[in-house]
């Protein structure tokens, strides 16, 4: 995709800017999240934010919704510069790749310490994927999730800590070159603040009797995919297929064009399954 198949205005927004304006809210309002959240009782301390916390619902509403838009708007940046990408290096792309991946399990993460319905889905779900990986799966398992043995403790540490610093780590060449100020983009900033006091984040109530629960709206074609494939096929080679093909989408590569054409074949693919998953 290149620059002139993009409407002009598309180009001219600054959304490396906006993205960054909900990643400095995202973190701000995380702090202030994880001051109030208990690990060792998940769902408890997640629904007494809401209810006994003063302005706790909307700063984790904040921090939800931030988070996602920090997402959302980087993925829209990176088609917007992908054209002035050509320069970087191998290893610099590799690195700038592989913070999407990190940034989702941040996100995924997050789903999971909520410890309701769908928190808790996501989070067996997740554990059942890497226990079916050979050799390394497990050992990743017990390092970043361990639900079955330890609850929501290393799940939060992931969270808050190892993701958190390794984003920072594959990002930070990258995040040199911007230089913002808040003060410069308060309708960005305005809207995120105001879009979260009147859109609170979701968590489910008790859901006796419910024999499917939809998981977050990113992993909605993987929870579809899994119903008909192994865990992994269905959650490991098959996202790590898409993210592989991010790798060597590069225009110098001899295997540029059908790089595009697997892709847009995977997001097509991806979109159905997603669909086929709301349908439930």
Known sequence: MTLKALPGHLITVKWGAWSLVCLYISLVSGVLVALQYDPVAAYYSTAAMDLLVPFGQYFRSLHFYSSQFFFLLAIIHLIVVYHSTDSYTTAQWSRLIATLPVVLLLLFTGYILRADSTGASAGAIAEAILMDIPLFGPAINSAFFSITDHGMQRVYVTHIITFDLLWLALAWEHLRRYRIRITDYLPA?????????????????????????????????LQELLRYLPPLIAGFIFPASFVFALFLARKHHRFFTSTLVFLLIWLLLYLVLSFLALMH
């Open 189 to 221: 900033a305005g809207l995120v603040l105001l879009f979260s006091v009147f859109i609170a984040a979701p968590i489910d109530p008790e859901k006796l009797g419910v024999s499917y629960i939809s998981g977050p709206w990113f992993f909605l074609g």
